[in-house]
Nanobody, 120 residues
Framework: QVQLVESGGGSVQPGGSLRLSCAAS????????MGWYRQAPGKQRELVAH???????TYGDFVKGRFTISSDNAKNTVFLQMNSLEPEDTAAYYC??????????????WGQGTQGTVSS
């Protein structure tokens, strides 16, 4: 079992920043990759950033250098630093982990989400 808890959401003005955190617990050793996705009302969930430990991270096309995903493996935590935020970034942000459910299969676990709102 893997559990994910997000934090760090809030409301900022355009151009502001948010730093999201995702703390993992449970079968930590089984985690192979983690990432952040977001979903705005009426829109599909989309990739924000994803990292497979040991490889370079990937980002959604809209990020354009504004966001950075990082991890602290000792604390079992993944971060998403979001700068230069725009109203279009307003969404619920979800943490995701890919992990081994069994010796031969993988599973995906989602956090409950944290709201990021960008408005003046």
């Amino acid at each position: 079992q893997v559990q994910l808890v997000e934090s760090g959401g809030g409301s900022v003005q355009p151009g502001g920043s948010l730093r999201l955190s995702c703390a993992a617990s449970g079968s930590i050793v089984s985690i192979k990759a983690m990432g952040w996705y977001r979903q705005a009302p009426g829109k599909q969930r989309e990739l924000v950033a994803h990292i497979t430990f040991g490889d370079s991270p990937t980002y959604g096309d809209f990020v354009k250098g504004r966001f950075t995903i990082s991890s602290d493996n000792a604390k079992n935590t993944v971060f998403l630093q979001m700068n230069s935020l725009e109203p279009e970034d307003t969404a619920a942000y979800y943490c995701n982990a890919i992990h081994s459910q069994t010796v031969t299969s993988l599973s995906s676990t989602w956090g409950q989400g944290t709201q990021g709102t960008v408005s003046s």
